[in-house]
């Protein structure tokens, strides 16, 4: 048996980063997967990338990975660039869409957001069938099999669900969690590249790590937007949720 620590929505908060790759080395887990958006929104995406450079094994994209690998004309994505450098911003330019492996006699896919986009939002509460659907492959998967496990990072929130008699996860959020407010990944467990079927297990994690230290980060970098992250930060309350 085998465990992967699979983490997702880092946002340059290096601080929650370093408190859960200390957690992942205390449990003696050496393999990661990362589900994207290793930048944006915080102060230190630089560091953010170096380290899951140097931690991950696998590394999907995110949405705000994609954004600051292209020109942008807004001022967030603007000051993350200048921030990351030409060599770091040609990394996330290159990720992989999406992990694929066979586990315990199980096909499992991950992705940032959805099977067919990055910038595709789905929630818990959402339709059967949209939920549903995360299961089936697009042309941008690596191979054209349903997935038996999917799970995905984006929506900041960590859940489980088995719609259709499947595993359906999100692994929540690392640096930016909007459910509580610490910091969020995954374990899952059991027969690494095996099609024989043999248990599994799927375990979520909390870490509390030092907000007022990454506050204090945002607030030194006179980062853009930084009352709403600081908020987020604090309270686990989505900037938008009263757009």
Wanted: glycine residues 8%; negative net charge; hydrophobic residues 40%.
């Amino acid at each position: 048996m085998e465990k992967i620590a699979i983490i997702s929505d880092i946002h340059g908060n290096v601080t929650a980063l370093e408190a859960v790759l200390a957690d992942i080395r205390q449990r003696k887990i050496n393999r990661i997967f990362c589900l994207g958006d290793l930048v944006g929104k915080g102060p230190n995406s630089d560091l953010a990338v170096d380290l899951i450079r140097q931690h991950c094994e696998k590394v999907v994209r995110g949405n705000w990975d994609e954004y600051i690998a292209n020109e942008s004309e807004f001022e967030a994505i603007q000051w993350h660039q200048a921030l990351l450098g030409p060599g770091r911003i040609a990394y996330l330019s290159k990720l992989p869409f999406s992990i694929e492996f066979w586990m315990s006699g199980k096909y499992i896919r991950l992705f940032h957001a959805s099977p067919r986009s990055v910038n595709e939002r789905i929630q818990p509460w959402d339709d059967l069938a949209l939920r549903l659907s995360l299961f089936e492959p697009s042309e941008l998967c690596g191979e054209q099999l349903p997935a038996d496990v999917a799970g995905y990072g984006d929506i900041h929130g960590a859940y489980l669900q088995h719609p259709g008699g499947k595993t359906l996860f999100n692994a929540g959020s690392v640096g930016n969690p909007l459910d509580i407010t610490q910091a969020s990944y995954t374990v899952l467990e059991g027969d690494y590249g095996s099609r024989d079927q043999a248990s599994l297990n799927l375990q979520f994690v909390r870490v509390p790590y030092d907000i007022e230290r990454a506050v204090q980060q945002a607030i030194d970098s006179q980062m853009p937007q930084l009352e709403p992250y600081i908020r987020e930060l604090r309270t686990a309350e989505y900037r938008g949720k009263d757009a």
